[in-house]
C-alpha cells in the first residue's frame, strides 16, 4: 500500500560500501498499474508452501523496497495469488517484516480517516476511513498459521493489501466525485503514454 512519499519519482539507488552478509541476488518485480485486469480480480489462495513460494516473499519484500512501498499483493506483481508482504518500516527493521499468505480479517474495531496511496495507482492519494486496529490470521510463506494485530498504519496495511487480494484497490473507497477525477486523470495521462 502507502507509498511513503506523493512522488511519483523513482527512488534514487543507494551506493554501500558497508559489508553485508551475502544474500541470494533478488528479483526486482516491475509493478503493476492501474488499468489492468489482473488488479481488480480476486486471487487464488496459496495451497503449496514450498522454497519457491518463500523466495516469491523474500522477492515480493525487495520489490516492495526499491518502490518504497509499505505493503505489496502479488496481483501488483502480476500475479493473482492470496499473498502479500507488509513493512510499515519499510526496510528499516527486519522483524517488521510480515508475510500474508491467505490472510483474513477476524476482528476490526475503531474508524481512523487518513490519506493513503497505492504503489499501483502513483502519484494518487486519498482520504479512506480504516479501522483503528485489526486482528488477521493468516499463514507465513512457510504456511505456519499465526494470528497478529495491528494498529494504525498496520491496520491500514492489513486491510489495504486484503483488499488487493480480494481484488479491491483503495480507489473504490473513495468518494465517486473524487474516484472519477482520478480516473479521469490517469485516462489522460495513458493517452499521454505516461501511464
Ligand atoms: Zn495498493
Given at each position: 500500500m502507502p507509498d511513503k512519499s506523493t512522488s511519483s519519482d523513482a527512488p534514487a539507488p543507494t551506493a554501500t560500501e558497508t559489508p553485508q552478509a551475502p544474500s541470494p541476488a533478488r528479483k526486482i518485480y516491475p509493478i503493476v498499474k492501474y488499468g489492468d485486469a489482473i488488479l481488480e480480480k480476486p486471487t487464488a489462495p496459496i495451497k503449496k508452501f514450498d522454497a519457491e513460494l518463500e523466495q516469491l516473499a523474500e522477492d515480493m519484500f525487495a520489490s516492495m523496497y526499491a518502490a518504497q512501498g509499505v505493503g505489496l499483493a502479488a496481483p501488483q506483481i502480476g500475479l493473482s495469488l492470496r499473498i502479500a508482504v507488509v513493512d510499515v518500516t519499510v526496510g528499516k527493521n527486519p522483524e517488521a517484516k510480515i508475510v500474508l499468505a491467505n490472510p483474513e480479517i477476524v476482528h476490526a474495531e475503531g474508524e481512523v480517516r487518513e490519506e493513503e496511496g497505492c504503489l499501483s495507482i502513483p502519484g494518487f492519494r486519498g482520504y479512506v476511513m480504516r479501522p483503528q486496529f485489526v486482528t488477521i490470521k493468516a499463514q507465513n510463506a512457510k504456511g505456519e498459521a499465526f494470528e497478529i494485530r495491528g494498529e494504525n498504519l498496520l491496520a491500514r496495511a492489513f486491510c489495504h493489501e486484503i483488499d488487493h487480494l480480494n481484488?479491491?484497490?483503495?480507489?473504490?473507497?473513495?468518494s465517486m466525485l473524487k474516484r472519477d477525477l482520478i480516473k479521469r486523470k490517469i485516462k489522460k495521462l495513458r493517452k499521454q503514454g505516461e501511464w
Amino acid at each position: 500500500m502507502p507509498d511513503k512519499s506523493t512522488s511519483s519519482d523513482a527512488p534514487a539507488p543507494t551506493a554501500t560500501e558497508t559489508p553485508q552478509a551475502p544474500s541470494p541476488a533478488r528479483k526486482i518485480y516491475p509493478i503493476v498499474k492501474y488499468g489492468d485486469a489482473i488488479l481488480e480480480k480476486p486471487t487464488a489462495p496459496i495451497k503449496k508452501f514450498d522454497a519457491e513460494l518463500e523466495q516469491l516473499a523474500e522477492d515480493m519484500f525487495a520489490s516492495m523496497y526499491a518502490a518504497q512501498g509499505v505493503g505489496l499483493a502479488a496481483p501488483q506483481i502480476g500475479l493473482s495469488l492470496r499473498i502479500a508482504v507488509v513493512d510499515v518500516t519499510v526496510g528499516k527493521n527486519p522483524e517488521a517484516k510480515i508475510v500474508l499468505a491467505n490472510p483474513e480479517i477476524v476482528h476490526a474495531e475503531g474508524e481512523v480517516r487518513e490519506e493513503e496511496g497505492c504503489l499501483s495507482i502513483p502519484g494518487f492519494r486519498g482520504y479512506v476511513m480504516r479501522p483503528q486496529f485489526v486482528t488477521i490470521k493468516a499463514q507465513n510463506a512457510k504456511g505456519e498459521a499465526f494470528e497478529i494485530r495491528g494498529e494504525n498504519l498496520l491496520a491500514r496495511a492489513f486491510c489495504h493489501e486484503i483488499d488487493h487480494l480480494n481484488g479491491i484497490l483503495f480507489l473504490q473507497h473513495l468518494s465517486m466525485l473524487k474516484r472519477d477525477l482520478i480516473k479521469r486523470k490517469i485516462k489522460k495521462l495513458r493517452k499521454q503514454g505516461e501511464w
